[in-house]
Nanobody
Framework: QVQLVESGGGLVQAGGSLRLSCAASGNIFSITAMGWYRQAPGKQRELVAA????????YAADSVKGRFTISRDNAKSTVYLQMHSLKPEDTAVYYC????????WGQGTQVTVSS
């Protein structure tokens, strides 16, 4: 079973940057495709970026393409989300989880972008 702990969120002005981290416990991390998701108030949770188990194949939603980069360090069982050129509409709680067969969600990390 994989357990997830997200960190790195905060309050940032529009145009700023943040780097989120997700530490995973469990011995299957290195063979699991992982994703970063976000949920804004009143909206459904959405997948914003994903990365294959080996890190060679990535996905980014159109809304974040060119601004967000997902990466992973399998030796540290950690997945990252580097966010640049942040916009107020990026404000949300950000979570990581598997791309398929979700495990229990972590507490997430709040990202707030002020205009």
């Amino acid at each position: 079973q994989v357990q997830l702990v997200e960190s790195g969120g905060g309050l940032v002005q529009a145009g700023g940057s943040l780097r989120l981290s997700c530490a995973a416990s469990g011995n299957i991390f290195s063979i699991t495709a992982m994703g970063w998701y976000r949920q804004a108030p009143g909206k459904q949770r959405e997948l914003v970026a994903a990365i294959s188990s080996g890190g060679g194949t990535n996905y980014a939603a159109d809304s974040v393409k060119g601004r967000f980069t997902i990466s992973r360090d399998n030796a540290k069982s950690t997945v990252y989300l580097q966010m640049h050129s942040l916009k107020p509409e990026d404000t949300a709680v950000y979570y990581c989880n598997k791309v398929r067969d979700w495990v229990e969600w972590g507490q997430g990390t709040q990202v707030t972008v002020s205009s």
